[in-house]
C-alpha cells in the first residue's frame, strides 16, 4: 500500500517570503511523486513531478520540490511567494512498478499567501 | 491540444436516482481515470480503463461503475445514489511513457438531495 502525508492543514506566508508546503510519503519499490495545485471551483493543475535523476526538480510558475529519500519527503517550496500562489495544494505518489496510473493523495494543503 | 473535458460539470440529482458522467481524455490518451473529493474523505481513487479495460479499482460499493469507449471516451455511473455520493467528481487522463503523470478536467459538480 502507499500513502502521502501532508502535516499542515494551512500554511501562511506572506507575499515575497519563501514557502515551503510539507510532503511525506510511503510506497514499495521506487516512487514517482507528483506536486498539484488546485484553485477554487477548479480541478487540479500538475506542477511538478519526480521519477528519477536530480533530486531538486523544477516546476511551473517557479516552484520546486526536493526529493530527499532517506527522510521519504518531497517538499513543495518557492523563493518568493505571490498573491495568486494562494490555493490547495496536494502531493501524490504513484509505483513506478505499477501496471496502472493509479495516484495516491495527501489530504492537500491549503496556502495563503498574504499581501 | 485540448485538455481532459468532463459533462456535465454541475448537476443535481435525488436520493435514490443514478447519474452517468462523461470524460473525453486529451487526445492520444488512452487511459482514464476517476477520482472522487470531498471535504472529509479528499481525494479518492475509484477506477482506471486503459484501451477499454478497466485495470485498476479502488475501494468504493459496487453502485459505482465506469467504462471506456473504442475512442478512449469514459463513462461513469452511481446508482442508486445517497446524500453521501455528493463530491466532485474529477477526471483524469494519461499517456504511456509520462512517468505516470495524469492531467484533470475541471470536474462534475454533484449534489444529492
Same mark, same amino acid.
Given at each position: 500500500a502507499q500513502s502521502v502525508a501532508q502535516p499542515e492543514d494551512q500554511v501562511n506566508v506572506a507575499e515575497g517570503n519563501p514557502l515551503t508546503v510539507k510532503c511525506t510519503y510511503s510506497v514499495s519499490g521506487n516512487p514517482y511523486l507528483f506536486w498539484y495545485v488546485q484553485y477554487p471551483n477548479r480541478g487540479l493543475q500538475f506542477l511538478l513531478k519526480y521519477i528519477? @535523476?536530480?533530486n531538486l526538480v523544477k516546476g511551473s510558475y517557479g516552484f520546486e520540490a526536493e526529493f530527499n529519500k532517506s527522510q521519504t519527503s518531497f517538499h513543495l517550496k518557492k523563493p518568493s511567494a505571490l498573491v495568486s500562489d494562494s490555493a490547495l495544494y496536494f502531493c501524490a505518489v504513484a509505483n513506478?512498478?505499477? @501496471?496502472?496510473y493509479q495516484l495516491t493523495f495527501g489530504k492537500g494543503t491549503k496556502l495563503s499567501v498574504i499581501p | 491540444k485540448a485538455g481532459v473535458t468532463q459533462t456535465p460539470r454541475y448537476l443535481i440529482k435525488t436520493r435514490g436516482q443514478q447519474v452517468t458522467l462523461s470524460c473525453s481524455p486529451i487526445s492520444g490518451h488512452r487511459s482514464v481515470s476517476w477520482y472522487q473529493q470531498t471535504p472529509g474523505q479528499g481525494l479518492q481513487f475509484l477506477f482506471e480503463y486503459f484501451s477499454e479495460t478497466q485495470r485498476n479499482k479502488g475501494n468504493?460499493?459496487?453502485?459505482f461503475s465506469g467504462r471506456q469507449f473504442s475512442n478512449s471516451r469514459s463513462e461513469m455511473n452511481v446508482s442508486t445514489?445517497?446524500?453521501?455520493?455528493s463530491a466532485l467528481y474529477l477526471c483524469a487522463s494519461s499517456a504511456p511513457g509520462q512517468g505516470h503523470t495524469i492531467y484533470f478536467g475541471e470536474g462534475s459538480w454533484l449534489t444529492v438531495v
Open positions: 528519477t @535523476g536530480d513506478s512498478g505499477a @501496471g496502472s | 468504493f460499493p459496487g453502485r445514489l445517497e446524500l453521501g455520493d
